[in-house]
């Protein structure tokens, strides 16, 4: 009894003497040092979710993956791509950065895949698919990026409709269950959709579901789909084919905003195409959209589209007919009350030569970004549009192949305008991927490239938009502070 009672008198002593020196010692509030600036590190590990793709006969697949030269962790690393149900099966390996890891596939099934980064190989890691379709169902290209798992994602574009097989591709490649809730929005608001609620994934677990089937009384050419993992994170992308018009996958739309910039668009035709946008505001609350169009030479209203009405969680479709004619373009919309979420159908041709691709919302080009997988030689090309909304822009292309030397471009774009040009291809590459960068007192701008295919009499097309993948991450620095010792006053 004795010594417990000493123990605890000399604690107390103890606990005085400090908390004496810490009120002797404490800096007055006008005096206290400011905590330090957090510092911005280079991300040490990627990963991102790529789907399965589905082949059919005379059919071809290509995915790709890149780390970006330079401005990285310095040290060792290393990044490839996996299968996701057996991860010991390495379908490419990225040998260093600023070196293109690809592989192609004929007529057969790629199935689910993880792109892993780490180190030295995991800043502004990037990867992607584009699949080829020659004739018949699907005919086209299909191109997509890889991201990484998440537990919040929204698409547009998309169908429950009959004639529209729109697959919603889940994946998990974490190592504990995710659960899954699907959100589906139409004209006339949320879609009931139980049968999307509690989907369960198992570690290393893939999932598809075909839209429709999700409530078959609700049939509709155009809605929005929300994915939201309830627990864990996942992989999610949407394929939709409808028959002969061909297949593409949709962009995810990104986070809701006021100020979207859809570019994208291709030049149309005479009347042989349409541009069908659709827009959601997921709050709730109702807004009005201002429309324009970002062109060749400026930016003007579409007739008899310069407003919109949106009512919430209700999707607007609005059918632009071959809005931009001739000339690339992209669409800019102004929200006045509440933030919205936008996507965009093109159809181009007609009839049996008609062609689909899906746009979103691309993200100002804050940073370097990445389009992974583009071809070259023969019926195909790769062009890139750039669209400046505010002001004058200028951004630098770099191009990285299977082979030759990596070669650059710098493109200046005028307030207000879209320019297109072709994607700079190094000597001799059949295969590469293109790096963006905004160059120093650039206005914001947004980018995508288009990969273009003349198959029979049908010009086939894809668009994938560049995002910024992470480079650097903020590390918040700590210092030391007696003063958590001391009650506050």
Not at 220 to 231: E, K, L, P
Not at 378 to 402: E, L, R, Y
């Amino acid at each position: 009894m004795k010594r417990t009672t000493l123990s605890l008198a000399v604690v107390v002593a103890l606990l005085a003497v400090v908390v004496g020196l810490a009120i002797v010692t404490r800096p007055t509030e006008s005096k206290a040092a400011p905590p330090p600036a957090a510092s911005r590190v280079p991300v040490q590990q990627a990963e991102l979710s790529c789907p399965s793709i589905r082949q059919l006969p005379g059919s071809s697949a290509a995915v790709s993956a890149l780390t970006p030269p330079g401005q990285g962790a310095a040290g060792a690393g290393e990044a490839s791509v996996v299968e996701l149900g057996d991860r010991t099966k390495v379908r490419t390996k990225v040998e260093a950065p600023g070196k293109l890891a690809s592989f192609g596939v004929d007529n057969a099934e790629v199935p689910p895949l993880v792109a892993n980064a780490g180190g030295a190989f995991a800043p502004g890691f990037s990867a992607g698919a584009v699949a080829r379709v020659p004739s018949g169902a699907g005919r086209g290209l299909a191109g997509l990026a890889c991201e990484a798992p998440t537990t919040d994602r929204w698409f547009v574009g998309t169908s429950t409709a009959e004639n529209r097989d729109a697959y919603l591709y889940l994946s998990n490649s974490k190592d504990t269950p995710a659960v899954v809730d699907l959100e589906l929005f139409g004209p006339n608001g949320p879609i009931e959709a139980e049968a999307g609620r509690g989907l369960t994934l198992a570690p290393g677990a893939t999932m598809p579901v075909l839209l429709r089937t999700l409530n078959p009384g609700a049939v509709f050419n155009g809605i929005a789909v929300h994915v939201i993992a309830r627990t864990g994170r996942v992989g999610a992308a949407i394929r939709d084919q409808e028959g002969a018009v061909g297949t593409d996958w949709l962009p995810s739309a990104g986070a809701p905003g006021r100020n979207l910039v859809l570019t994208g668009l291709p030049g149309l035709t005479g009347d042989a195409g349409n541009v069908q946008l659709m827009m959601l505001s997921p709050s709730g609350e109702s807004t009005d959209v201002q429309l324009s169009i970002a062109g060749k030479v400026n930016t003007f209203k579409p007739v008899e589209h310069e407003t919109a009405d949106i009512k919430g969680n209700k999707l607007t479709v609005i059918d632009l007919g071959p809005v931009n004619r001739t000339d690339a373009g992209a669409i800019r919309l102004v929200s006045g009350r509440a933030d919205i979420i936008a996507g965009v159908r093109v159809v181009q041709g007609a009839g049996a030569d008609a062609e689909v691709a899906f746009l979103a919302a691309t993200p100002e080009l804050a940073g370097r970004a990445v389009v992974a997988e583009n071809r070259s030689g023969g019926a195909v090309t790769s062009t890139i549009s750039i669209t400046a909304p505010k002001g004058p822009a200028k951004v630098k292309f770099t191009s990285i192949g299977d082979k030759g030397e990596p070669v650059s471009a710098d493109v200046e774009v005028p307030a207000g305008t879209t320019v297109q040009v072709p994607a700079p291809v190094p000597a001799g590459a059949t295969r590469f991927a293109v790096i963006a960068e905004p160059q120093a007192g650039s206005q914001p701008v947004h980018v995508v490239r288009t990969m273009t295919e003349t198959i029979g009499k049908t010009a086939v097309f894809t668009v994938q938009p560049f995002v910024p993948t992470p480079e650097t991450a903020v590390v918040p620095n700590a210092r030391e502070d007696l003063s958590l010792l001391v009650p506050q006053r």
